[in-house]
């Protein structure tokens, strides 16, 4: 079934969908337009806070995607499945499940939307636009999309509520000292 909806999606296929779509992926490649944001934000005082934790739920995010599901899930990609589409994006060589791009934006999304900052709506608009390129590109089903969602939420509200912890601590011994 999955399959099928990819092959629905490639039916939506346009010129300029197809300039639009590798745009979007890339954005996520590395996570790097979300460490960008989180490094940005990092080095502003009045939202270094925020930066800080939207690095830590990116941390929690790479362990929990990329080094420890990937490899026990081992999903094949659909194209390899279906090896009559034609990729219009370099192949990537890792497994499938879950989608990193997928997780790391809603790793961001999730971690804003915990902090109450309104970041959060932009940061989700950009994750929904790269969690359906990877769909539109064909390298991932449906439910590696899914998956980096939730994988993305839980790295979120652990960053979010980790780093909350570190501050209560770190005022906590402040005070003490004073």
């Known amino acids: 079934m999955e399959i099928e909806i990819l092959d629905a999606i490639q ?5 300029l969908g197809d300039v639009l779509m ?12 979300w460490i960008v944001v989180a490094a940005v934000l990092a080095l502003i005082p009045r939202t270094r806070r925020l930066g800080f934790t939207l690095g830590l739920a990116m941390v929690f995010d790479l362990i ?14 659909p194209f390899d499945v279906n090896t009559a589409v034609e990729l219009i994006i370099a192949r990537p060589k890792d497994y499938s499940f879950p989608s ?15 902090c109450k900052s309104r970041l959060w709506i932009p940061a989700g608009v950009l994750a929904v636009l790269i969690a359906f390129s990877r769909l539109y590109l064909y390298v991932h ?22 780093m909350r912890a570190f501050y209560v601590r770190w005022e906590h011994r402040v005070k003490k000292r004073e």
């Open 100 to 114: 990193g791009h997928t997780a790391a934006a809603f790793a961001v999304v999730a971690a804003l939307l915990v």
């Open 141 to 162: 089903y449906p439910t590696d999309i899914l998956g980096g969602i939730l994988v993305g939420f839980a790295s979120g509200a652990a960053g979010a509520y980790g």
């Open 22 to 33: 590798p745009f979007f992926s890339a954005l996520g490649n590395a996570g790097l337009i």
């Open 64 to 77: 929990l995607c990329n080094i420890i599901l990937k490899p026990v899930v081992a999903r094949t990609r």
């Open 11 to 15: 039916k939506l296929r346009t010129p």
